[in-house]
């Protein structure tokens, strides 16, 4: 946790986290561009003086925390599946959960909305990095367990491998949230777990 959240009294938090989830619900709706703080202050029931204290440093710090709890939902929609690839079935049990996730969500992701107007900010790279080795290890993690069972090959580059099925998630995400088709992610999911059992 940040060292600046643990010095929060409970009810501190609680009011921080009010912020944070109105934050991110303002953008689901109107995106991270046309959200004002104003908007997040009528949403949450707060005051300037609140949201400063928790954010001194306004909109930017506001969505890099809008922005570490939707990287962190990434990855806690995805258990128990994500930690327990041990069998084919469970691999399409966690197939089947990342595409309802994103069935649910559409074109409308906080994250990348969030992460498009931060940039490349040192704090918007370091969100978006552990995401992503968070999420490749953890794949990578299932992979290397299938090889123990013999049910891949140990010729299979276990890394690799992740990282390849990663980013055929992360390329469908982009065209279903450029386009709405859901079927690249499908695709990229169905293909990169056939090529794991081939």
Do not use: N
């Not at 997040?40 to 925390?65: C, D, I, N, W």
């Amino acid at each position: 946790m940040d060292p600046q959240v643990q010095k929060f009294t409970a009810k501190g938090q609680a009011t921080r986290q009010r912020i944070i989830d109105g934050a991110a619900a303002e953008i689901r709706v109107h995106g991270a561009v046309a959200t004002t703080l104003d908007d997040v202050m009528a949403r949450t029931g707060t005051s300037k003086s609140q949201l400063f204290h928790y954010f001194p440093r306004g909109k930017e710090q506001l969505l890099l925390a809008v922005a570490e709890q939707e990287a962190a939902r990434v990855l806690s929609d995805q258990q128990p599946h994500l930690s327990q690839l041990t069998s084919w079935a469970a691999w399409q049990r966690w197939r089947d959960v990342v595409v309802e996730r994103y069935r649910k969500q559409g074109q409308q992701c906080p994250l990348s909305t969030v992460m498009s107007e931060i940039g490349r900010t040192p704090g918007a790279h370091a969100v978006t990095s552990a995401l992503i080795e968070q999420w490749r290890g953890e794949i990578e993690a299932g992979v290397v367990a299938m090889q123990r069972q013999g049910k891949i090959s140990e010729t299979v580059d276990s890394a690799k491998a992740a990282a390849a099925l990663l980013a055929g998630i992360q390329g469908g995400v982009s065209v279903l949230l450029s386009t709405g088709d859901l079927g690249y992610l499908e695709a990229a999911l169905d293909l990169g777990i056939a090529a794991l059992r081939s």
